[in-house]
């Protein structure tokens, strides 16, 4: 398991091309999922240390900020690579990706409450986690171990 993570945030970080099983994708699926959400928890309480750097001492907040940045930013293409590569092995183009991702968009602001958003913008993600890809070759390459 954490060879597949380990693999993914190295090797396949920027790989688009070929194939992903329900397993890699599910690790790295619920790993995002965690880091976005220490993520988040950190951005909260550096969000106050932020504001508080602002009045005290400007030049202060921006290395945080940046920092905040950086980690969500950094932790973004694996889970668009990952999300990719499972397209690929139901034989779907890679653009897919967007019409998922406006969909998550379009629910979270829709619903516009965290839970709700969430469990309904994360439906496409859940069957793409669930459903076996095709089983022989496509397009895409050879069906994963």
């Known amino acids: 398991m954490i060879k597949i993570l380990y693999d993914s945030l190295t090797k396949k970080y920027f790989q688009f091309s070929g194939r992903a099983n329900r397993r890699e994708y599910w690790i790295v ?41 950086f980690l ?41 409450n965290i839970t709700g958003g969430f469990i309904i913008a994360n439906i496409p993600h859940f069957i793409l986690g669930i459903v076996k890809g095709t089983p022989a070759a496509n397009k895409y390459g050879e069906p994963p171990l």
């Open 72 to 112: 969500v930013f950094g932790a973004m293409p694996p889970f668009v690579t990952i999300t990719v590569r499972r397209l690929h092995d139901f034989n779907f183009n890679g653009w897919w990706f967007l019409i998922i991702s406006l969909f998550d968009i379009w629910t979270n602001d829709f619903f516009n």
């Open 29 to 69: 699926f619920l790993s995002g999922i965690f880091l976005f959400w220490v993520i988040s928890l950190l951005s909260l309480y550096y969000y106050n240390l932020i504001v508080n750097l602002i009045i005290i001492n400007p030049y202060l907040a921006w290395p945080t900020a940046c920092l905040i940045l």
